[in-house]
């Protein structure tokens, strides 16, 4: 299994190495590994090396603690509900294999708990016919109304419909489901766009929200599509899932720094109630565990 960032650094101070350049080079390694990125990491240990120089600080608490408060000025975190009383849409993107799907429906869920009276999930993703079967078994599961066209058919109108529906029931929020079909970049940002407008439109003003899903096991993969996703339709906030891997990547690091996006929720599993609020603390906490 591969060791975790924390382990390695655990092992690091261990070794009684001195603390010097080559130390300083090795947790460089060591945080590229851990997926912060070469760029996010080489600038981290720079300027931890000058703090800990000037600071005089030699000893295993007091670099962890610097490099700690280094970390977390990148990592954002952002509290994000649907407005009360109000159209609400959200529009949920990210490439294939993500938990997309999944994680709409433990939305909904989190969503129905948390006192949002109308909830109707949008199959958006009218690529993947398994998609919207998939969809339709959670909204089932859950109690929550879905809307769907036939398969092929134009995901704006699937969204169109939803938010109409989700109109004549009351204040609430859909969220809708999209294709995430990262092979042709140019299709994607067209299609994404035309969804991104019918969305714009039929939520009330600043009520609506493009939410990114990735798989935090997928390091700077997951930064790459970041970047695609938020120059196609300017993203609100991430959703990181498969958060309970053993190995936890600090890509949110390099997203944060990067790109300058929050995180709003990770998924820790399977289960509808595997979603909760991100803390961006508890996240570096886990990340330089000790």
Known sequence: MKQSFGEKLKALFSKGNSINEEFFEELTDMLVEGDIGAK??????????????????????GIVAK????????????????EAGKQNVWMMLGV?????????????????EHDVENIVLASADTFRA??????????ERLGVRVVS???????SAVVFDAADALRAAGPGVVIADTAGRLHNKENLVRELQKIDRTCGLKADEGCYKKILVIDATTGQNALRQA???NEAVKIDAIIMTKY???????????????????????????????????????YIDDFLKM
């Open 67 to 82: 490099l700690k408060e280094l970390l977390l000025r990148d990592v954002k975190a952002l509290s994000l509900m649907p």
């Open 149 to 155: 066209h036939q398969h092929g058919s134009d995901p």
């Open 227 to 229: 970047e695609v996703f």
């Open 40 to 61: 996010t990491a080489f600038e981290v240990v720079d300027e931890l090396e000058s703090i800990c120089s000037k600071e005089k600080i030699r000893e295993q608490e």
């Open 96 to 112: 294939n294999g993500v938990g997309k799907t999944t994680t709409a429906a433990k939305l909904a869920k989190y969503f129905k």
């Open 244 to 282: 309970d891997s053993t190995a936890k990547g600090g890509v949110a690091v390099s997203i944060g720094r990067e790109l300058g996006l929050p995180v709003a929720f990770v998924c820790t599993g399977e289960s509808y109630e595997n979603i909760q609020t991100f803390n961006a603390e508890e």
């Open 130 to 139: 398994a998609a919207i079967e998939q969809l339709a078994l959670h909204g």
